[in-house]
């Protein structure tokens, strides 16, 4: 960027995450014209953005996938079989056939 210029007069570009005009700034001479966001946490939210474009985009099952994962965590059958399993480890009922086995 020459200098001198007035600062009315800096170039300016929209922001692509948040559609704002943001004028240029010093911390940006040397990389200005890779600029497309008004602050980092614009550039962050467009990077995560892209990114969740990018997954959806090239793998449609991935979120089944990260779905599938996580049943078993909040599964209440997971919780469940420790239960079952004490309780077939009591002593068989005098009774005769165990009801399970049907
Ligand atoms: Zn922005």
Redesign the pocket.
């Known amino acids: 960027m020459p200098r001198g210029v007035k600062k009315e007069n800096l170039p300016s570009k929209i922001?692509a995450?948040?559609q704002?005009p943001?004028t240029w700034r010093k911390v940006w001479e040397n990389c200005w014209d890779e600029v497309k966001?008004?602050?980092d946490r614009?550039k962050n939210e467009r990077k995560r953005k892209l990114q969740l474009a990018n997954r959806e985009q090239r793998s449609p099952d991935a979120t089944t996938i990260t779905h599938v994962d996580r049943v078993p965590t909040s599964d209440p059958e997971v919780n469940s079989s420790p239960v079952s399993i004490a309780a077939s480890s009591r002593p068989a009922s005098p009774r005769g056939p165990q009801p399970v086995s049907s």
């Open positions: 922001c995450t948040c704002r943001f966001c008004c602050s614009c």
